[in-house]
C-alpha cells in the first residue's frame, strides 16, 4: 500500500510542479521576500518571522490542495482510481502532495530569511519549535481544503462542514447584546406557545430564555474556547517566546481535529459516485 501511495504522491507532485500553477506557487516567495522581509532590513523579532510565514504556509497549503485536487479529479484518473484497492489510496497521495509541496516552498523561504544578514536571531531550541507548530497547521489547513473541493464533496457535505465552522467562529465572538437578542427571541417563541396553549413547549422556551440570560455566556465562552484553545495557545506560545506544559500539547489537538476531518473526507470520498470532469 505504501509503495503505490509513494508512487501517486510522486506522480501528482510531478504534475502540480511542471504546470503553470506550480510554478506561481514557488515564484510566491518573490513578493513575501519584498513586503515582509526586504534585504537587508532587519526582521523586528523572532515571533513576527513564526507568525507571518505559518499565515503565509496556511494560505498556501489551502490553494496547492485545491489545485492538486482539481487535477486529482480529471478524467485521466479513472485509469488510476480502478486499479486502487481503496480509492482512500489516491485521497491520502493527494493530501501528501499538498502537504510537501507547499512545506518545501514555505521552509525554502523560512531558510532564505535565516540565512539573510538581518534575519531574525533565534537560538538553536527556539528553531526547533517551529516544525511542529507549521506542519500541525499546515496538515489542518490541508484537510480542510480538500473538503472544499469537488473532489471530495459528497451532495451538501461541503456546505455543512463550513457552515458548521462559520458558526464556531461567529460563536466565539458572542457578547451581552447577541445573547440579550436571542434570549429575547426564544422569550417571544415561549408567548407565542402560550398563546396556543401548548403549555409545554411554553416552559421549555421560557426556561430556555432563562439560561441564556442567566448561565449562556459563560457556557458558549467555555466550550468554543476549548474548541480554539490549541490555536490560541500556539499563538500565545509564539509571542511570549516559550511553551509551558500545556501550550506543548496544541499542536498534537490540531493534528487530532486534523484527522477526525480526514476520516470524514475519507468517509465521504470512498462512498460517492464518483464524476471526473474533462
Same mark, same amino acid.
Given at each position: 500500500m505504501m509503495s503505490r501511495i509513494i508512487a501517486l504522491t510522486g506522480y501528482l507532485l510531478r504534475n502540480v510542479v511542471l504546470s503553470v500553477a506550480g510554478v506561481l506557487y514557488i515564484l510566491s516567495i518573490i513578493p513575501m521576500l519584498i513586503w515582509f522581509f526586504p534585504f537587508g532590513q532587519r526582521t523586528p523579532e523572532l515571533s513576527y518571522f513564526i507568525t507571518l510565514i505559518a499565515i503565509y504556509g496556511a494560505i498556501l497549503i489551502f490553494l496547492v490542495t485545491l489545485t492538486i485536487a482539481g487535477r486529482a479529479n480529471?478524467? /485521466? $484518473?479513472?485509469?488510476?482510481?480502478?486499479?486502487?484497492?481503496?480509492?482512500?489510496?489516491?485521497l491520502v497521495a493527494v493530501l501528501l502532495a499538498a502537504i510537501v509541496f507547499a512545506t518545501?516552498?514555505?521552509?525554502?523561504?523560512?531558510?532564505?530569511?535565516? %540565512?539573510?544578514?538581518?534575519?531574525?536571531? /533565534? $537560538?538553536?531550541?527556539?528553531? %526547533?519549535?517551529?516544525?511542529?507548530? *507549521?506542519?500541525?497547521i499546515n496538515?489542518?489547513?490541508?484537510?480542510?481544503?480538500?473538503?472544499?473541493?469537488?473532489?471530495?464533496? $459528497?451532495? *451538501?457535505?461541503?456546505?455543512?462542514?463550513?457552515?458548521?465552522l462559520t458558526i464556531l467562529l461567529f460563536t466565539q465572538s458572542v457578547n451581552a447584546r447577541t445573547l440579550s437578542w436571542f434570549s429575547t427571541r426564544l422569550s417571544i417563541m415561549a408567548q407565542f406557545f402560550a398563546r396556543q396553549g401548548m403549555l409545554g413547549l411554553t416552559q421549555f422556551f421560557n426556561n430556555a430564555s432563562g *439560561?441564556?440570560?442567566?448561565?449562556?455566556?459563560?457556557?458558549?465562552s467555555q466550550v468554543i474556547?476549548?474548541?480554539?484553545w490549541p490555536f490560541r495557545a500556539m499563538s500565545d506560545a509564539v509571542k511570549t517566546g516559550s511553551f509551558d506544559s500545556a501550550q506543548a500539547l496544541a499542536p498534537a489537538i490540531v493534528l487530532?481535529?486534523?484527522t477526525i476531518l480526514f476520516m470524514i473526507a475519507s468517509d465521504l470520498f470512498a462512498n460517492k459516485d464518483l464524476h471526473f470532469v474533462e
Open positions: 480529471q478524467a /485521466a $484518473s479513472y485509469a488510476l482510481i480502478v486499479r486502487l484497492p481503496s480509492r482512500v489510496e489516491y518545501a516552498i514555505q521552509t525554502g523561504l523560512a531558510v532564505i530569511v535565516l %540565512l539573510q544578514p538581518a534575519g531574525p536571531e /533565534a $537560538s538553536f531550541g527556539r528553531l %526547533l519549535e517551529i516544525p511542529p507548530l *507549521w506542519l500541525s496538515i489542518f489547513m490541508a484537510v480542510l481544503a480538500l473538503h472544499a473541493t469537488d473532489f471530495v464533496m $459528497s451532495n *451538501w457535505s461541503r456546505v455543512i462542514v463550513f457552515g458548521l *439560561w441564556v440570560t442567566d448561565s449562556g455566556g459563560g457556557f458558549f474556547g476549548f474548541i480554539f487530532l481535529y486534523a
